[in-house]
């Protein structure tokens, strides 16, 4: 994992994320997604390599194949972890929340 899929998962594992399970490393057929929560989330953070035309390439039959099976994908940015990783979080607490609502469930919010 790189620094920020590190970082990011230290945020995500445990039921952080308004009580959503989330898994690291998630197999998908035969894909393989940074981040998997089981109410059809899937989380990539995508770096330079992404870039590359076979990555590039790779990544849309991911996208394609993640679509077909009803799993909302969020792609997320090395660099915009990087510039704002506050930013990037509240971003992605947003998604949650979207999730949560279109599934009736209730949010799990630590007041720690």
Not at 3 to 23: A, C, P, T
Request: charged share 40%; aromatic share 14%; net charge negative.
């Amino acid at each position: 994992m790189t620094k920020w899929e590190v970082r990011l998962w230290s945020d995500l594992k445990g039921k952080q994320m308004f009580g959503f399970k989330v898994r690291r490393q998630y197999g998908i057929d035969n894909f393989i997604v940074d981040f998997y929560c089981p109410e059809k989330l899937a989380i990539e953070v995508d770096g330079d390599v992404h870039y590359y035309p076979d990555k590039a390439e790779m990544d849309k039959r991911k996208d394609q194949r993640l679509h077909e099976e009803g799993i909302q994908l969020i792609r997320l940015k090395n660099e915009d972890l990087e510039e704002d990783y506050d930013s990037t979080v509240i971003y992605l607490e947003d998604k949650f929340k979207v999730r949560a609502y279109e599934l009736h469930k209730p949010l799990k919010v630590d007041f720690d």
